[in-house]
C-alpha cells in the first residue's frame, strides 16, 4: 500500500524558512507526480505545488510563487517543500499527495494522501 509521511513542520516566526519533507513507500515513487496542498482553519483546502515524475515541469499556486519551492529526490524517495519568506498566512496543515499520472497540475485529483503536518508562523 501507499504510504506518505510528512515531517518538518513546526512553530516560526515570519520571515523564516522552513523545509516540509515526505516520505513515500509501497509503490515505484519515480512513477508518480507529486504534490503538496495546504488547509488553514475555516479555509478550503487548496493547491500549494506540484512536480512531475522527473522533476520537470513544477506549478505553484500564486499566493507562493517565488518564495516556495518544490524539489524531488527519486533516489531517496522523497518529495520536498522549501518554505522561505514564510508569512502568518501561510499558517496551515500541509499534505503531501502522489497521483499516477506524470505531471502534477494545479487540477490534479491525487490518487494518495499524507496524514498531514502542521505549519504555524506567527507574526
Known amino acids: 500500500q501507499v504510504q506518505l509521511v510528512e515531517s518538518g513542520g513546526g512553530l516560526v516566526q515570519a520571515g523564516d524558512s522552513l523545509r516540509l519533507s515526505c516520505a513515500f513507500s509501497?509503490?515505484?515513487?519515480?512513477?508518480?507526480?507529486m504534490g503538496w496542498f495546504r488547509q488553514a482553519p475555516g479555509k478550503e483546502r487548496e493547491f500549494v505545488a506540484g512536480i512531475s515524475r522527473s522533476g520537470s515541469p513544477t506549478y505553484y499556486a500564486d499566493s507562493v510563487k517565488g518564495r516556495f519551492t518544490i524539489s524531488r529526490d527519486n533516489a531517496k524517495n522523497t518529495v520536498y517543500l522549501q518554505m522561505n519568506s514564510l508569512k502568518p498566512e501561510d499558517t496551515a496543515v500541509y499534505y503531501c499527495?502522489?497521483?499516477?499520472?506524470?505531471?502534477?497540475?494545479?487540477?490534479?485529483?491525487?490518487?494518495?494522501w499524507g496524514q498531514g503536518t502542521q505549519v504555524t508562523v506567527s507574526s
Open positions: 499527495a502522489a497521483d499516477q499520472s506524470p505531471v502534477f497540475y494545479t487540477t490534479t485529483t491525487p490518487d494518495y
Open positions: 509501497g509503490r515505484t515513487f519515480s512513477t508518480h507526480s
